[in-house]
């Protein structure tokens, strides 16, 4: 059954620092989307994708983070200046934009 | 005003019975989806099942169905036969706009459910 890949499933790193997070989603899927959850918290989200451009974000998703899709395949989220606070799970989802969205299993994200 | 509200942050339930989880919603969209997520202690997000604003039917999948009560804007995830496997989060989840739109999903605050011996 096809499944939305991503890596790493944990990165440490320091505050600061760029990181970025990557994504494979569904071969065939249109709709590719950041949520991330904080510790215990709900999940909430970041932003959307689509015909390789933003179709929605939130007020979470400022200038320190960007997505870009380089190639047919990947889909990343980069954050450009972590900080304390931006430690989370992040889940990357995508969809055919029919019904559910399927998610990847995460990637936990420590800022130290 | 919260768009989804899950009353419960803790359920128990013993193995081999049944659980209802109860999820409140808030839109005054007329088309949208609401649905259900497991969440295990591994931390992936796993799709439980789904149930569309104009669909006349309970969503149903293997042990899972949703009561789906859409004057009191209540969808709640009910589970039978509860197994051990099925201690985790749950989350209620809703779709504003029709499917196909790619429109975002916003979550509850989850329910942690243990089941046990």
């Known amino acids: 059954e096809p499944e939305v890949t991503q890596t790493p499933s944990h990165q440490v790193t320091q505050m600061g620092q760029e990181v970025i997070l990557r994504c494979v989603p569904i071969?065939?899927?249109?709709?590719f989307y950041w949520y991330r959850q904080i510790l215990g918290q709900k999940v909430e989200f970041l932003v959307s994708?689509?015909?390789?451009?933003?179709?929605?974000k939130s007020e979470i998703f400022d200038d320190q983070f960007s997505v870009e899709r380089p190639d047919g395949s990947n889909f990343t989220l980069k954050i450009r200046s972590t900080k304390l606070e931006d430690s989370a799970m992040y889940f990357c989802?995508?969809?055919?934009?029919?019904?559910?969205?399927?998610f990847g299993q995460g990637t936990r994200l420590t800022v130290v | 005003a919260q768009k989804i509200t899950q009353t419960q942050p803790g359920m128990f339930v013993q193995e081999k019975e049944a659980v209802t989880l109860d999820c409140t919603y808030d839109?005054?969209?007329?088309?949208?989806?609401l649905f259900w997520y497991k969440q295990p202690s591994s931390g992936e997000m796993i799709f439980l099942i789904y149930?569309?604003?104009?669909?006349?039917q309970n969503a149903t999948e293997g042990r899972y169905s949703l009561n789906f009560q859409k004057a009191r804007k209540s969808a709640n995830l009910v589970i039978s036969a509860s197994q051990l496997g099925d201690s985790a989060m749950y989350f209620c989840?809703?779709?504003?706009?029709?499917?196909?739109?790619?429109?975002?999903?916003?979550f509850g605050t989850g329910t942690q459910l243990k089941v046990e011996l």
């Open positions: 989802a995508s969809s055919a934009g029919r019904i559910e969205a399927f």
């Open positions: 071969s065939n899927h249109l709709y």
């Open positions: 994708f689509y015909n390789n451009e933003i179709s929605e």
């Open positions: 839109t005054s969209d007329p088309s949208y989806g």
């Open positions: 149930q569309g604003s104009y669909d006349q």
């Open positions: 989840a809703m779709r504003e706009g029709r499917a196909g739109g790619g429109n975002k999903l916003t």
